[in-house]
Each structure stands twice: as structure tokens, then as C-alpha cells.
């Protein structure tokens, strides 16, 4: 649970967390064709959806012995047709290793990059329910914000949470 979630003065929260949604759906639109962008043949960025199936992955993991592309499907509500889409962009990128039984784990990369989507996941859940949102809609804002988010304002963030008493329990 969140504590002392009252020291957060509420402007802040608004500009801090704020969601530019016109720029980010101009970006998805620009990748959506290629999940896994390129940068100068170095860098590579994942689209949200990738870091969903990460993330997924992740969380699976630590359910299951063992996870399949089915796992998968199930727990995203999406057909195996898209998981086995996805597998093959993560796979090319590095992010994930798929063994010839058809388990899938993930590389370091892959568990670095799960790890971080899952740690933002967490904490806007818990600071939005903790605000006065239903569970469902703050697990949902959650989900969204997690890919928004530069890396820079959520180390801001959490730092100030953390700073403020504002701390999560299940923050791994």
C-alpha cells in the first residue's frame, strides 16, 4: 500500500504524470509497421505492446514452471495468432529465447526491460487506486502510463515518493 499518499500535492501529480497523447500516438502510428525500430544500427525501442508481452512474460513466469505462447494469449486476451507474431519480433530483437519445446524465457535484455514495465506497472496502479480510483480503471491508467512515461520522470518520481514516505510494498 501507499503511505502518506497526501503529501503528494496534486498539481505535481497532474505535470509530472501527465500523458501527451497526441505525440504518442503519432509515434505508434510511425512504428506500427516494425514493432522493433532501429536507432543509428545500435539502440533499439520496443513498442508498447512488446513491452506488454514482456511484461507478461515476466509475470507468467513467476506463476509458471513454464510459459507458452498459450500462456500468453490467455493472459492478454489476444489470439495465438498475435502472440506468435510478437514472439517473432521479441525473439528477433533479443528479448526473449524460445527453446524447441516451445518454452519462452527471457533474455537479460528482456527481463531488464519486463522488470522496469512491471515496476511502473505497479506503482501508478497502487498511487491512482490509492487516490480514489476504482482498481479496474487505475490497473488500466496503469498499463497505459507504464509505456509513456520517459525514464527520466519516473526516476523523478519515484524518487519523490520515496523521498515523501510514499512507498509501495509490492515495488520489487
Known amino acids: ?15 509530472v504524470i501527465r500523458l501527451d497523447l497526441t505525440n504518442f500516438r503519432s509515434g505508434i502510428r510511425n512504428l506500427k509497421k516494425n514493432p ?7 539502440e533499439m525501442k520496443l513498442l508498447e505492446s ?5 511484461e507478461a512474460i515476466l509475470v507468467l513466469q513467476k506463476q509458471e514452471e513454464k510459459v507458452r505462447s498459450i500462456d500468453i494469449a490467455n493472459a492478454l ?16 530483437g533479443g528479448f526473449i529465447h524460445m527453446g524447441e519445446d516451445h518454452v519462452i524465457t527471457l533474455t537479460e535484455e528482456g527481463k531488464r526491460l519486463a522488470e522496469s514495465v512491471y515496476e511502473r ?10 487516490l480514489g480510483v476504482d482498481q479496474e480503471t487505475a490497473r ?12 527520466d520522470s519516473f526516476q523523478v518520481l519515484k524518487h519523490y515518493f520515496d ?10
Open 163 to 172: 523521498q515523501n514516505g510514499i512507498s509501495s510494498e509490492h515495488r520489487e
Open 140 to 151: 488500466k491508467d496503469a498499463c497505459r502510463m507504464e509505456h509513456v512515461l520517459s525514464e
Open 121 to 130: 506497472h505497479v506503482l501508478f496502479s497502487e498511487v491512482l487506486a490509492n
Open 36 to 42: 522493433i525500430e532501429w536507432k543509428g544500427g545500435v
Open 77 to 92: 486476451k489476444v489470439s495465438k495468432a498475435s502472440v506468435c507474431v510478437a514472439m517473432k519480433n521479441l525473439k528477433k
Open 50 to 54: 512488446g513491452e506488454d508481452y514482456l
Open 1 to 15: 500500500m501507499i503511505k502518506n499518499l497526501r503529501a503528494i500535492p496534486v498539481d505535481l501529480l497532474y505535470n
